[in-house]
């Protein structure tokens, strides 16, 4: 079985259909991207995954486990860290507090031992604070890490937002728009974190975003979607020159 597998996922809102009957599967290691406009299903996926929503039908499968009913707070225990289109960051905290919270779902002491700070308490913040060093000097973060979040440029808070999803230690990371909003110099410094995301860490990508360019440079395969239904799956190219993919999505 593939890493991660879709299978007949759909997800109905009323009498809108956000998902319909989607099927698509990831292979570990590689950097698979859905694309499409705007209301396609590509962040109803992602919620589905992510486990914000119930699929109305369908079923999901991670490293041959099914999840698709899972509670949300497993996600991350299972090994599936996300990004979202809106940054969520603790605003009046620094970027290593922020980097720290991605360490929450390894945490293995209790609340007596950290009153007390026995050490296992001390052992363990060792590791969490080892592992979040990593992750700044991977996305070269070492300048802003005892800054506050608050005072940070959109493009570095965007970063670090995958740097936190980074921190837990994921096998398997969704990133939703990471180009969004970021210039043209930031968006090919994306494009070379992605790569390594997957070639240094070895971490499975699951990526939706709108820039064809970033989608072209980064991704092995590509799902596109309209109106929460397939079009298309093959390589960047193939998707590209789809008809209903040039059409649908692609203008042209």
């Known amino acids: 079985m593939s890493f991660l ?12 259909k956000a998902v319909d009957q989607v099927n698509f599967s990831v292979e ?11 209301g396609a299903g590509k962040t109803s996926i992602f919620n589905l995954i992510s486990r914000l929503y119930d699929p109305t039908s369908g079923r999901l499968f991670f490293n041959g486990e099914e999840f698709t009913r899972a509670p949300p707070h ?5 090994g599936i860290a996300r990004t979202f289109q809106n940054i969520e960051l603790f605003d009046n905290a620094t970027v ?18 950290e009153i007390l700070f026995l050490p296992a ?31 940070l440029p959109y493009g570095v808070r965007k970063v670090i937002e995958l740097a936190r999803a980074l921190c837990s230690e994921p096998k398997l990371i969704l990133l939703d ?14 494009s070379f974190w992605i790569r390594d995301i997957r070639n240094e860490l070895g971490i499975t990508v699951l990526m939706v975003e709108h820039d064809m360019s970033l989608v072209s440079r980064v991704s092995d395969r590509v799902l596109a979607l309209n ?10 190219s ?9 059409a649908a999505y692609l203008g042209a």
């Open 96 to 113: 290593l507090n922020n980097l720290l919270v991605g360490r929450h779902c390894h945490a293995t002491t209790n609340v007596v031992q």
């Open 121 to 151: 308490v001390r052992r363990a913040e060792f590791e969490h604070r080892h592992k979040v060093e990593q992750v700044i000097e991977l996305l070269d973060l070492e300048p802003y890490r005892d800054k506050l979040i608050s005072g």
């Open 177 to 190: 728009e990471p180009s969004s909003g970021l210039n043209v110099e930031e968006t090919d410094d994306m």
């Open 238 to 246: 193939q998707v590209q020159g789809h008809p209903e993919v040039v």
């Open 227 to 236: 109106y929460g239904r397939e079009l298309a799956t093959g390589t960047p």
């Open 74 to 78: 497993k996600i991350a225990k299972m």
């Open 28 to 38: 570990k290691g590689e950097i698979f991207t859905i694309i499409g406009p705007n």
């Open 5 to 16: 597998v879709a299978e007949n996922l759909s997800l109905q809102f009323g009498g809108l």
